[in-house]
């Protein structure tokens, strides 16, 4: 089958969260199955863009309302990331680096919508499926099933994936003419609530919908910033398929960005080696715990809950722990975050920023991972835990729930069921006494417990599969129905 993706990250071109992770390996997995899938994503003036070599395959214009845009197609050369990839250069749109967070949004990914579309209607064959991920490709859909400028594409089956709900790329009706002409009394698939929405176009006219994961799927029925009912309406066609993650990037064997390389066998002095290399940087005491975060700090992970969560556990366990952050979002949060070092040094630090290989040194330093979620559809950063040794300490929601199994529960994480500080605090008890348990921790006597002990957790989880070559077939036969 030959599978166009489009979306608006896809790693290592340009990644804001885990859609970028999933764009960026999914389509590599589908062709070691045999078939050819694309990624058509923007052409964002980044690092990705400058120090590559790409050929042009085609140039031509788009209309967006009254202006016409040029617009030229890059292939990326080499295929060295295991796909075709294929970027979209708009020059007044996307000669910026960052992927979001313009004014000019709205049109930025209709212009690029609107481009691939013209493209790919020009090609003497139609690929067999048009893949689209989140709201930024939402009008897809539509756009290939009635406007009348992309009547070949007609019958293209398209499908969306929903990574996160929460975002829908809403705008008003005074923008209609942006979306090439259709026959108006299709308007209606475009509405949801007074506005035209991308996300719930999609969610009406794409053939399939996936989620990524079974719970979430269950979850946006009741809770999904407005398009429940929608969803709940749509779900014959919907399905839960959940993320893998990308053993080639993610294998702490090979990790050529970890201060130590380590295995299964190995995995106690391999992660002590990151964790003594990694406190040093952070002025952290590595005889103790770590305990981290990575992530947005948004309402939606927690985030707004870890300034007392970490307020508390450092006065609880005065001495006896150490934590380390990752994140930028909120500014409140980040201040409040910032403000913490000041009360704890020594104790406590933060990275505020985005850092792709500080992330991948703190998976595998740290001993436990803290995701306070109040939604997570799948969340990568679990399982990137898990591949590197370190227990995850979840709320029981969306995707965490079905990749994390309490200890209590024969399991080999820790799981809470409400994002909230008392919850959460008690999970980082149960966390201290595990590794208390098992492992000689500075100032504390060592009496190790019958029960799982931290060696073994981590032997057992390193070794999980949560490869994509399950989930790679799974769209496969979704694309095949
Ligand atoms: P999201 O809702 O943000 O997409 P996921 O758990 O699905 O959450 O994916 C998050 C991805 O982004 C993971 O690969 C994680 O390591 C990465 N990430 C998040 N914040 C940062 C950061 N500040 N620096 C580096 N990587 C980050």
């Not at 209607?121 to 499926?129: G, I, L, N, T």
């Not at 702490?252 to 990694?278: C, E």
């Not at 992970?301 to 001495?319: M, S, T, V």
Request: include cysteine; proline fraction near 4%.
């Amino acid at each position: 089958m030959e599978i166009i993706h489009l979306s608006a990250e896809c790693y290592p071109i340009a990644k804001v969260g885990g859609l970028g992770d999933v764009v960026g390996a999914l389509p590599k997995y589908q062709n070691k199955l045999g078939h050819v899938a694309k990624v058509v994503m923007p052409a964002y003036r980044n690092k990705f863009l400058i120090e590559n070599e790409f050929e042009v395959v085609y140039n031509g214009w788009c209309k967006l309302g009254f202006h016409d845009y040029s617009v030229n197609i890059l292939r990326e050369k080499t295929n060295k990331l295991g796909f075709d990839l294929y970027l979209v250069r708009i020059n007044n749109f996307f000669e910026r680096e960052l992927v979001y967070g313009y004014d000019d949004d709205t049109e930025r990914f209709l212009a690029y919508q609107v481009a691939v579309l013209d493209w790919i209607a020009q090609w003497e064959h139609r690929p067999d499926v048009i893949h689209c991920h989140d709201h930024h490709t939402g009008l897809v859909p539509f756009m290939t099933a009635y406007c009348h400028q992309f009547e070949k594409l007609r019958h293209i089956p398209s499908i969306l994936t929903i990574h996160n709900a929460q975002y829908q790329g809403q705008f008003g009706w005074d923008k209609l003419h942006y979306i090439p002409a259709f026959d108006l009394w299709k308007s209606g698939l475009l509405d949801w609530k007074g506005a035209i929405n991308p996300l719930a176009a999609a969610i009406k006219c794409a053939w399939r919908i996936t989620t990524v994961s079974p719970s979430y799927l269950e979850e946006i029925t009741v809770s999904a910033n407005g398009l429940e009912d929608l969803l709940a309406q749509e779900r014959g066609k919907s399905f839960g398929i959940l993320n893998g993650i990308d053993h080639d990037v993610w294998n702490p064997r090979t990790d050529p960005m970890l201060l130590k390389n380590y295995t299964v066998r190995g995995v106690d002095n391999g992660k002590k080696a990151n964790k003594v290399a990694l406190c040093e940087l952070f002025n952290l005491d590595p005889e103790r715990p770590l305990f981290t975060f990575i992530g947005r700090l948004v309402g939606e992970k927690g985030a707004d809950l870890l300034p007392e969560i970490f307020h508390n556990a450092l006065n609880q366990f005065k001495n006896q722990i150490s934590i380390l952050i990752l994140g930028s979002g909120e500014p409140e949060v980040e201040e409040r975050l910032t403000q913490l070092k000041l009360v704890f040094p020594g104790d406590y630090n933060v990275f505020l920023g985005y850092n792709e290989q500080l992330a991948h040194q703190i998976y595998a330093a740290a001993d436990f991972l803290l995701m306070p979620s109040r939604v997570e559809p799948c969340g990568l950063n679990q399982l990137y835990a898990l591949r590197y040794g370190t227990i995850p300490i979840v709320r029981r929601i969306g995707g965490l729930k079905d990749t994390v199994v309490d200890i209590g529960d024969g399991g080999f994480g820790i799981c809470h069921d409400q994002a909230s500080v008392t919850d959460v605090g008690h999970a980082i008890g149960r966390a201290f006494e595990l590794y208390s348990n098992s492992m000689p921790v500075a100032g504390k006597q060592h009496i190790p417990v019958e029960g799982k002990q931290v060696t073994e957790i981590r032997k057992y989880i390193m070794q999980l599969d949560h490869s994509w070559d399950k989930a790679a077939q799974q769209y496969i036969d979704i694309y095949q129905m």
